[in-house]
């Protein structure tokens, strides 16, 4: 249902590219019938027409692992980190200045 609801949240114009594509991704999504799972809910959920794909990569135990660990090496990423000195001196301001 949090799938579904984050998809209806989007613009009508996303939400077709959205629900054709799905990524698994993360160790508890190898958990037996799993994908299946999660297509039989939506399909619950949206109308009959509505085109589903789920995509489950043999490498999604470790996928948010790559993904942050390329985010993390982007050189635009490491302008909003936050140092411990940086938050302690200014506080939640400090996410305010560097991340808007």
């Known amino acids: 249902e949090v799938l579904s609801y984050s998809i ?6 996303l939400r077709k590219v959205l629900y054709s594509n799905i ?3 993360g ?5 037996k019938g799993f ?3 999660i297509l039989w809910e939506l399909k619950r959920l949206t109308p009959k027409d ?4 789920i ?3 043999q490498e999604r135990m470790y996928s948010t692992w790559i993904g942050g ?3 993390a090496s982007l050189d635009t990423f490491r302008r909003m980190w ?3 000195r940086e938050y302690e001196s200014e506080g939640a301001r400090v996410l305010h200045r560097k991340l808007w």
Not at 8 to 13: C, I, N, R, S, Y
Not at 27 to 31: A, D, I, K
């Open 23 to 25: 990524v698994l991704s």
């Open 50 to 53: 509505t085109r589903i794909k």
């Open 69 to 71: 660990s390329i985010l």
């Open 27 to 31: 160790g508890s999504t190898l958990f």
């Open 8 to 13: 209806k949240k989007a613009d009508m114009d």
């Open 55 to 57: 995509s489950a990569p």
């Open 82 to 84: 936050v140092s411990k």
């Open 35 to 37: 994908g299946d799972r």
